[in-house]
C-alpha cells in the first residue's frame, strides 16, 4: 500500500494545521494507523494512533492534536492546534497491516516562534 501525506508547511506558535494522508488500498477499520515525526537529530517518534475507533496520542501533543480516518476517502487526518517550536519535524503517516508498517513519505511542519 501506498500512504501519500500532504498538508505541512511553516506557521508561527499557536496556529493551526490539518495533515492529511491518503492511501492507495482500501481502509479498514481495524486497520491500526498513525502519525509519527522526526526531527533532525532525533529518532522517530509516535504522534497519535488510531484503530477500530480507539486513538492513542504521545503526552506532549495530548490536547492539541486530534487523529481521525475517513475510510470511504481512504484518507487519515491529524488536526494540529496550538501548535510550539518543539512540534517542528518532518511527519509520516503509516498503516500496520499483515505484520508490517507502511510508511509515507513524509511532509515537513515547520513552526516558526
Known amino acids: 500500500v501506498q500512504l501519500q501525506a500532504s498538508g505541512g508547511g511553516l506557521v508561527q506558535t499557536g496556529e493551526s494545521l490539518r495533515l492529511s494522508c491518503v492511501a492507495s488500498e482500501t481502509m479498514f477499520s481495524v486497520d491500526v494507523m498513525g502519525w509519527y515525526r522526526q526531527a533532525p537529530g532525533n529518532q522517530r517518534e509516535l504522534v497519535a494512533l488510531?484503530?477500530?475507533?480507539?486513538?492513542k496520542y504521545a503526552d506532549s501533543v495530548k490536547g492539541r492534536f486530534t487523529v481521525s480516518r475517513d475510510n470511504a476517502k481512504n484518507t487519515l487526518y491529524l488536526q494540529m492546534i496550538s501548535l510550539k517550536p518543539d512540534d517542528t519535524a518532518v511527519y509520516y503517516c503509516?498503516?500496520?497491516?499483515?505484520?508490517?508498517?507502511?510508511w509515507g513519505q513524509g511532509t515537513q511542519v515547520t513552526v516558526s516562534s
Open positions: 503509516g498503516l500496520f497491516r499483515s505484520g508490517t508498517w507502511n
Open positions: 488510531i484503530t477500530s475507533g480507539a486513538t
